[in-house]
């Protein structure tokens, strides 16, 4: 049992209160998933067509005897040959590159063990980490968050071990990310399909299975719609997946719908969580439209 939360503004003159909108209902999945808690925000994509925003999850608290991100950015400005940026919270970091991306995230992982890469892209900024959801959020201050639609996740872990990189959001390619409620029965033949493919895993955790099956499916050419489709027939299992595009939010559920979700939409945002009383909250709550996504249908809103 987990829980899942989205949230999309749609009107951009309130992309400043979705940190604050938003950080009650992952606090409000605490029962569905005490040991550990992310989100995926994802805002404007940078404005250099090349850059890349990689974030960075360091095994060191900053408390303390923190890790040296400043020495790791001089490293890489020197391999890359340009210029390097740096934002940091807590133990994670936001690294801002504009030389090959891939290149920077295989020198990072080379770095230090300690490093674990999260995610890439233009306009992804992806923090997980295990603790409590109340903990997590302040630790990396949830609530001042700005953007246009956010994926979070509360975890209780079934299938695999608790540290932060089995915590969700799960990432593949670019600005793609996913979080998942339930269980896949076939997570192995998904990565034996993949794996002879050249994608490689980082966890045994079966929602990484599902995200790079997605992701794979929308490099090889298919839009999310169909790649989605797709999904409903190789993945086996009770879920609810909730997915994070650069300009898209998508919900699916499996042919039983085993497992809960709820949607309340406004004029002013579109707003998922495994239970009402995330939802509860939120401005105008009263006059949503409240309804249950219904089994094996797709649900994509566009930022």
């Known amino acids: 049992m987990c829980g899942i939360i989205g949230l999309l503004i749609k009107k951009p003159a309130l992309r400043s209160e979705l940190g604050r909108w938003m950080t009650p209902m992952l606090i409000g999945m605490t029962e569905r998933g005490p040991d550990s808690a992310g989100l995926a925000v994802f805002s404007d994509p ?8 990689i974030s960075v999850y360091s095994g060191l608290t900053a408390l303390g005897a923190g890790f040296n991100w ?4 001089a490293a890489l400005e020197k391999q890359q040959g340009s210029a390097v940026t740096l934002q940091t919270k807590d133990n994670h970091a936001i690294i801002t590159v504009t030389g090959d991306p891939v290149q920077a995230q295989h020198f990072i992982k080379a770095y230090d063990p300690l490093l674990h890469l999260l995610s890439l892209g233009r306009s992804i900024d992806l923090y997980k980490d295990i603790g409590m959801p109340a903990v997590v959020a302040q630790r990396y ?32 390619g670019q ?31 079966d929602t990484e299975s599902a995200c790079r099956f997605i992701e794979w499916r929308m490099r090889e050419g298919d839009d999310l719609k ?19 595009t650069e300009n898209q939010l998508a919900l699916i559920r499996d042919p039983f719908a085993c497992k809960p979700a709820v ?31 219904a089994p094996q249908e797709m649900y994509i809103w566009k930022a």
């Open 46 to 53: 940078l404005n250099d067509e090349h850059a890349r925003k």
């Open 70 to 73: 400043h020495a790791l950015v």
């Open 141 to 172: 201050d949830f609530a001042h968050m700005s953007g246009s639609h956010v994926v979070g996740h509360t975890r209780m872990a079934t299938e695999s071990a608790v540290t932060p990189d089995r915590a969700h959001p799960f990432t593949a």
């Open 175 to 205: 600005d793609f990310c996913m979080v998942h409620n339930g269980s896949l029965s076939n997570p192995y033949q998904i990565r034996r399909m993949l794996e002879p493919r050249g994608i490689k895993f980082d966890t045994d955790n």
């Open 226 to 244: 169909t790649a989605l489709e797709t999904g409903f027939d190789e993945l086996d299992g009770f879920y609810t997946l909730l997915m994070g």
């Open 263 to 293: 949607i309340a939409e406004t004029d002013d945002y579109v707003a998922i969580a495994s239970e009402f009383r995330s939802l509860a909250h939120l401005p105008d709550i009263d006059h949503a439209y409240v309804f249950e996504p």
